[in-house]
């Protein structure tokens, strides 16, 4: 067993051991006299029995009353006990101790509360941490950021600066923004569809609409990768069937895109030095990286990986991790020493493979475009490797120089290079990129492991650590 990390949103709460998901439980609760369901059991019931569900203990978690009709919960810890136990009996065979990374919209009577709700679901905690400065350290990032995650019920923006350490700064909160009101608006958009086009309405019966809600994860995460896709929803008797375009759901979130991003404008103000921090939570999105990236042409977005808090948490384990019975919450970090940050994430080379030839990251930058063969680009100052695959090649070129002439807007370009103790693919100009299946519409953050995929150039690059 090892120390876990365990990271409170209540969209899904996610618990890590050795960086590797282990568990994930949304925060809901459906509560029917003395029996109380949480997380995706509770999830998968909401829209059969809306009014018995609670899906606000975690933002709202306090003593105060709460009329749930019910002896077992009197207040929304009784609820946040209830899921935390259920997170307990899951992850105890691999967690002897937890270290929670949580938002900074928690407020010191939450925190203590938190604690209290751990101890009473045997749970040792040692640290508190806040998760938006664990996703920062997890780049090693020497740059004023703004971290932009969602929620339930809001989107949080959390400011850290990076001067002589990383320090926490402003929290501000988008209220009403959350997860939930976006999938109403989804489910209405689709739902309108059925109807337009078979007549069908899965939201006139609770069993079709809860199919409706199951299915929509799943769609989002196909329409990340695809302009179109066919989705079915099984009515008993026949199913019902319609193609749904990414747009469609753009369209229908443009007012939520509207509001989030006003709220990203005003938190950023004039300053074009800042970079966004994405979480992956909030990337799958369809189309809203896209919509930021017009709105923003001049910031500099980059998208968070599922693992980056915990990622965070490992490297600075040394200052977060606390014994005793008075925990503080962490709000900064002082920056490793490049001695102590290449020995905990990234201690062993990297390299870029492709069809057998392996390039190291360690010598500059690689830059990657994906050309038709017809095609006769300017020759760089560049040392130049090109791999052939459907009538395009794939040129794999190390900058020797700070600054390289910029290439030809029109081709599939990407750099991928080392950033302090992190590598980076840092996208450029109309470039159709995958990492690991998924597009990416901003620059991401690679690990170990990672397949990138270059516009028509069907084979794909990884990246490997050399192991001793």
Request: hydrophobic share 40%.
């Amino acid at each position: 067993m090892s120390t876990c990390v365990l990271e409170l949103n209540d969209t899904g709460i996610r618990v890590f051991s050795d960086n590797r998901l282990l568990y994930e439980s949304p925060g809901y609760a459906l509560v029917d006299g003395k029996q109380v369901i949480t997380g995706k059991q509770a999830q998968s019931l909401a829209r059969l029995s809306p009014r018995k569900i609670n899906t606000r203990f975690w933002s709202q978690l306090s003593l105060d009353s709460l009329n749930m009709h019910s002896p077992r919960v009197q207040h929304t810890a009784d609820l946040a006990w209830l899921h935390l136990a259920e997170i307990q009996s899951a992850i105890q065979a691999e967690c002897n101790e937890l270290i929670f990374a949580l938002p900074g919209t928690f407020s010191k009577q939450q925190l203590g509360l938190l604690l209290g709700i751990a101890q009473e679901c045997s749970i040792m905690v040692t640290g508190l941490v806040d998760s938006a400065l664990a996703a920062v350290a997890s780049l090693e990032t020497k740059q004023k950021s703004v971290i932009l995650d969602i929620h339930l019920h809001r989107i949080v923006l959390t400011h850290v600066t990076a001067d002589a350490d990383l320090r926490r700064g402003e929290v501000e909160v988008l209220a009403n923004s959350g997860l939930v009101s976006l999938h109403e608006v989804w489910a209405e958009a689709i739902s309108d569809l059925f109807v337009r086009h078979t007549r069908f309405d899965p939201m006139h019966r609770a069993q079709t609409e809860q199919a409706l809600y199951d299915s929509m994860p799943a769609w989002l995460a196909r329409l990340d990768r695809e302009a179109v896709i066919d989705i079915e929803i099984d009515a008993g008797r026949r199913s019902h069937s319609v193609s749904l375009p990414q747009e469609a759901l753009v369209k229908a979130a443009s007012e939520y895109y509207k509001r989030v991003t006003d709220g990203v404008l005003l938190s950023l103000g004039s300053d074009t030095s800042i970079q966004l921090l994405l979480t992956n939570r909030i990337c799958r999105l369809p189309g809203f990286i896209r919509y930021l990236q017009n709105k923003l042409p001049d910031i500099q977005i980059i998208k968070l990986n599922e693992d980056s808090v915990s990622q965070g948490v490992s490297l600075y384990e040394s200052q977060i991790h606390q014994s005793g019975e008075s925990l503080h919450y962490v709000s900064r970090l002082e920056f490793l020493s490049r001695k102590s940050a290449s020995e905990s994430l990234i201690a062993k080379p990297l390299y870029v493979v492709h069809q057998g030839h392996a390039h190291a990251l360690t010598h500059g930058p690689l830059e990657i475009r994906c050309c038709s063969q017809q095609d006769n680009p300017e020759q760089y100052n560049l040392q130049e490797i090109n791999h052939e695959q459907n009538n395009h090649e794939l040129r794999i070129e190390r900058r020797v120089y700070k600054e390289s002439p910029v290439p030809d807007e029109s081709d599939d370009y990407c750099l991928i290079h080392r950033l302090d103790n992190s590598v980076m693919l840092e996208k450029h100009g109309v470039a159709k990129i995958f990492v690991n299946q998924e597009q990416v519409f901003s620059d991401t953050q690679l690990r170990a492991g990672d397949s990138v995929y270059i516009g028509e150039c069907g084979a794909a690059l990884l990246l490997i650590e050399l192991l001793d």
